[in-house]
Structures are given as structure tokens and as C-alpha cells.
């Protein structure tokens, strides 16, 4: 039996379970000439689709009602008549929310377990690796010894950004919600110091004061007052890295908070959003690093793995109340 | 007899003229091997000055109280015991506003009143005009073709940007406060369109109808609720460039707005701000180009000259209700 998931309804504020629906077939898949037939094994469940959910213009086109959401997936060949990829072959690539799917094999890369367990390819060495490293490298441009501010510092790309952060010699400060991540944080990946926005009264001043030297690079997962906070302590020639904002994206009407240009007028500061496909070209390069620091023990990663395709929806939701340490994947 | 004006007290909010205060003396300025004798011509005022008035941290020291105010100033030689300059020279720099003061030469510039008139080395050919092509050049990269939005497009910066965006090809659109700016600029100074924010209901419609095909290059001299309409017309890849943010400068709380990041992040832009002293390396190539252009006939420039060193203050304050045209300057 084969399911998919559509979006049902664009969400309205937080993202329901009554937003998505399963639709359940009985037809064998049956493949042409070029094609494959895909088994999903691992879906990547991530902030930025939110944004897919609802129908503003974007650099991405919406998800369509009634149709599969689409995300990161990792997906094992079960038949191939494709000259590229044979039976059992594993492959990651931008796929249906569907137990199994035909494909013609565009966009999708072959991967081996042998190298790295298949739900790395898609975190540390897959699109979250990769956004976490070209944020930094390409807008961030981080120098040693400079200090680095992450929000959202125990999700997918923050904990990644702060170890590549200490890699490359810098000071690394994260921000997160709970005891536990913060533990995680310091202990497990080498944080230099990490607030719990949650216990804490004034996150200016929680700032100040574990960045002491002024902020140099602000890699920003989560907008909204976090992001307001950081402004009262960043250098001159801060870089802020926009990667996203999850605090907000929930939000019905439009988030509101303080004025930056004068921060970044007073600083001569730069704030830059992106998405990692601006920068492509750099990803064969940016994936050898990576899984480099990755076999040589330098990067390390968690992962908050869902059992079962059925809890795809909720695993997704559970996202907006930081349900998940480091990638939240569901295992199909 | 020499005057001198100084800070009397930090502005709350928009700067009165009991802030400062004129120092009067009668004694005979005399100067030393090495120096020179200057006396003022034409002092710049800027809504920059407004910011080191305050005695936040920035990245240049606030204003002393009780010192004299300093900015630029095109001022002559009246005696010179410096190898470099003689008696009748003219010169622009970083000065007091003083009537005559002594200087060591370090940081003047000579200049020609025989290849422009003294004023404009305050203005299009001096650090108006650096600031105006080296932001636009350097953070808004702009390409022919795409289009530019200038707010305080009838001031002493925008005036010029709205030009050069002329001259390389772009689709240009500039924000003023009345009528009269807005035909000035359309028929002077070449715009292709230009709102008046004072008679306009809507500005995030006004801009979307004006910039139909998005804001590729966005140059924010004004901050506030104008910048934040803009926010709803930027294009993928759009560079914001913060050159200031005079609409908040005299608010005594912070100013909050739109959240930016999730436009930024949606568009992949980059909000920039910075000050033309960052690009110090470029202003003799800028220099030659500007002056280049203005003899062509290619870059016009208006000016409001108030006569008399003693408005001086009352000319800064002016600027914050748009009383100039262009550049705001005092004749000493």
C-alpha cells in the first residue's frame, strides 16, 4: 500500500495535524523506460516549509493545496530502468512525502551507508551541513578568534554552525530553549557559552555579557525579539545572517519589532538572508569539507529521528516548540 | 573678533537652538611654524551630526559638551607658515565651527574655486557626492536595467544617487516631501518617477505602483515607515543600502518597525548600512569620476545656502522638517 501526504489546508498560524492529509492507494507502481521506483526511507522535515504552506510570493513557488509536500528525502531504489541507478541503490534528493514514487532520477544523488548513516545525508552532510557551512563562509565571512552569536544554536544548522564556528578558531555563543540543550550544546559540541532564552529575563543583557568583545557574526535562525537583542551588542562590520526566521513564521499578522538600519547604520553592519541553492557551485566543494571535518571526528551531529511516515505532519509541527535537538527526521 | 559654537547640551529628541551656544573672543589668532591661519567660507550641516550630539557608543566619539562642533568646512588660508599652503589658498576638511581657527594642515584638502564653485566641495564634489556613488557602487552594485529606489531623494545624498542611477542605466524612483521636490526632481534632475511621501495614503502601494517590476536596489536614507513600505517591493537579491535613517534620529525611544528579516529572507537581500569613510581607498577614483560627470553636465546639484555663521544651528535643525533642496549649507 502506497500513502502520500498532501497539503490539505494552508495553515493559519501554527500548522494543525487537520492541514494535512494521507491518501492510501493499492496500485503497483509500475516504472518506464528512465525511470525508478523509489522506497522513501528517511524525510527531512524542516522550518522553512512553512513558508511553501502558505501562498505568498517567494523565490520558491507554494506548495499546492491538495497535493504531496515535498522536502528532503532519502529514498532506496527498489527497481531501475535507469542506466545511472540500479536496485538497492540509495539515493537523497527533493522528493513526495510518499512511502514510494516513481522517479526519472533528476536531482537526485546516489549515497552510500558505508560512508555516513543515510540520515546524515540529509543533515551535516546534506542541505543542513551545507546551509549551516556557505552561511557562515559565504555572508559571514567569520576570521579567527572573532565572536559568533547563533540562535536557534541546538536545531539542525545552529549546532552545526557553531562547531564549523570553532573549527575556524572563533568564539561561539548559541541561544537556545531549554537546560538540556544547553548542557548539549557546551558539553557535546563545544560551544564556548550558550543562553536559555527561556530562563532568562533580559537577553540583551545576557548577550553583553557572554559576548564580551561585541558581536562579529550573528548566524540567525530565529528573528523576532532574540534578533532584536543581539542589535545592543554588535562590532562594527558585524555580518547577520539571515538563514531564518522560525519565531516568526507562524505569525498571522506581520512581525514587528525594532528599526535595524540604525544599528547597522551606527555599525556599518550588513544583514544578508539566503537560501543555500544561491549558492550551488560551492557545494562539491563545501560537501568534501564537510564530510571531511565529519570522518575526522571534528563535527559532530544529533538527531531527533520520528518512527513511522504516519507522523510526518507531527513531527513537523513539533518543530515551532523546539520538540527536536539537532535534525528532526522521520524514519518512513 | 572669532566666534565658535559649541555644544551646550545633548539633544532630547530634535535638536533646539538652546543646545548650543556661540563663544565669542576678541583675541588675535597667531600661529606657529607649521600652521596655518584658516578662515570659514562654507560649513556642511548633516543629519549624521545629529548622531554624535548623542553620547551612545559609535564608531565615531560623540561631541564633547562645552567643544565645538565639527564638520565639514571649506574655509581659506588668511596666513600660512606651512610649506604646503600659502596665503588666498582654499581649502575643505574636518573643522570646527569656528569663524577662524588654526590648523596644522593635516586632513585639508586643497581646492580650486576655478574648477567648481567652493560650495560644491562640500556637496557633489566633496563627501555628499563620495557618499552618494561610493554606497551606491560599493553596496548596491547596480546593474542597467534595474530599478532604484532613493528616499530623501530631494536632499543633499539622494539628489545625487537618483542621478547616478541615471547615468548607469537604471529605472530610478525617489521619495520626497512636497510637490515642489517632486518636480524638481523629475525635471532637473532626470527621475523617472517620484512619490510624495506627505500626500501619499499608502506607500507600500504608491511604491509597488511606481516600481512595477520590484526595487532591485534600494538606497534608505530615511528609515521608519517609508523604509519598511519599501520592504513589500523588494526583488530577489535586492541590496538595501543604509546610508541613514534621518526619520528617527530625534526620536527619544527606539524606533520599531517591520521585522526585516523575513523579506530578507525570502528575498535573499542584503541590508547594508555603512559610512564613506569605510571606502577612504576609493574617494580619488570616486573624486575623478564625480568631477568628471559634473563637467559633462551629466550630475546637476542644488544647494540652499543660508547666509550667516550664526544660522548655523538653526540651518542644522532645519534639515529634520526638509527645509533644504539638496545640500544644506552655511554661508560663514
Known amino acids: 500500500m502506497n500513502q502520500t501526504i498532501i497539503l490539505k489546508s494552508r495553515p493559519e498560524g501554527t500548522p494543525k495535524l487537520s492541514d494535512f492529509e494521507f491518501q492510501k492507494d493499492d496500485n503497483t507502481l509500475s516504472i518506464s523506460d528512465g525511470e525508478l521506483l523509489l522506497e522513501t526511507k528517511y524525510i527531512s522535515v524542516d522550518p522553512y516549509l512553512r513558508g511553501r504552506m502558505s501562498d505568498a510570493k517567494s523565490y520558491v513557488p507554494p506548495f499546492n493545496l491538495n497535493e504531496p509536500i515535498t522536502s528532503g528525502v532519502v529514498a ?10 540500479k536496485e538497492g541503490d540509495y539515493v537523497s534528493g527533493m522528493l513526495a512525502w510518499k512511502t514510494q514514487q516513481i522517479s526519472n532520477g533528476e536531482g537526485l544523488n546516489k549515497i552510500s551507508p558505508d560512508r555516513a548513516p543515510l540520515s546524515a545525508y540529509l543533515g551535516v552532510i546534506g542541505m543542513t551541513g551545507l546551509t549551516a557551512f556557505l552561511g557562515l563562509q559565504e555572508i559571514g565571512k567569520p576570521k579567527s578568534r572573532e565572536t559568533l552569536l547563533v540562535s536557534g544554536a541546538a536545531g539542525a544548522v545552529g549546532s552545526v554552525v557553531g562547531q564549523i564556528g570553532k573549527i575556524l578558531g572563533l568564539r561561539v555563543v548559541g541561544i537556545a530553549g531549554t537546560d538540556e540543550k544547553v548542557d548539549m550544546l557546551k558539553s557535546d559540541f563545544g560551544f564556548d557559552d550558550v543562553i536559555n532564552y527561556n530562563t532568562t529575563q533580559d537577553m540583551a ?17 530565529v528573528g523576532g525579539p532574540i534578533s532584536d537583542a543581539a542589535l545592543f551588542s554588535i562590532n562594527r562590520f558585524a555580518r547577520i545572517i539571515i538563514c531564518g526566521a ?71 509541527i513539533d518543530l515551532f516548540s523546539g520538540k527536536n535537538k539537532g535534525k528532526m527526521i522521520v524514519k518512513a
Open 76 to 85: 532506496q531504489v527498489k527497481a531501475s530502468k535507469h542506466n545511472n541507478f
Open 205 to 221: 543583557q545576557a548577550i553583553k555579557d557572554t559576548c564580551p568583545d561585541g558581536i562579529d557574526v550573528y548566524f540567525d535562525n
Open 246 to 316: 522560525i519565531s516568526v513564521y507562524n505569525k498571522t499578522e506581520l512581525p514587528k519589532g525594532l528599526s535595524v538600519q540604525p544599528f547597522l547604520v551606527k555599525n556599518s553592519a550588513l544583514m544578508q538572508g539566503f537560501i543555500v541553492s544561491n549558492y550551488a557551485e560551492k557545494f562539491p566543494e563545501a560537501m568534501t569539507q564537510l564530510s571531511g571535518w565529519l570522518s575526522e571526528g571534528k563535527l559532530k551531529y544529533t538527531e531527533t529521528i520520528v518512527e513511522g511516515f504516519e507522523n510526518t505532519p507531527q513531527a513537523f
